[in-house]
C-alpha cells in the first residue's frame, strides 16, 4: 500500500476522492468506508467526520463545528480529527481540494 504524502494543515480541505464512498448498510445497520478492494468501518464520530468531508470546509472549520457539537474543547478534538484525517489521506482514503491558479 503507498503511502500518499499529504500533509494536512488547518486550511486544507479535505475530501473523500472520487475511488473512495462513506455508504450506509442497510442489512448490516453500519456505516462502510469503500475503496477498491478495501473495507473500513467507521465508528459513529468518524462517519460524522467524514461526512463533512465535503472539500468546502477547511480542517480548522470542521474542528470548530465538532467542538461545538461535541462541546468539547478545540484543542481536544483538533488532535484526535487530524491524527484521524492524516491516517485516512496516507492510505489514501482522503484527499484534499487544491486551488486552481486563474
Do not use: N
Amino acid at each position: 500500500m503507498a503511502i500518499r504524502h499529504m500533509k494536512l494543515e488547518a486550511g486544507t480541505r479535505p475530501i473523500l476522492p472520487r475511488h473512495v464512498r462513506l455508504k450506509f448498510d442497510k442489512l448490516r445497520e453500519r456505516w462502510l468506508l469503500l475503496a477498491p478492494e478495501r473495507i473500513l468501518i467507521p465508528d459513529p464520530i468518524a462517519v460524522k467526520v467524514l461526512q463533512m468531508c465535503d472539500g468546502e470546509r477547511s480542517v480548522a472549520a470542521l474542528i470548530a463545528e465538532l467542538a461545538g457539537i461535541y462541546d468539547a474543547p478545540e484543542s481536544q478534538i483538533g488532535q484526535d480529527v487530524t491524527v484521524m484525517l492524516q491516517e485516512l489521506a496516507d492510505k489514501g482514503f482522503l484527499t484534499e481540494i487544491k486551488e486552481t491558479a486563474q
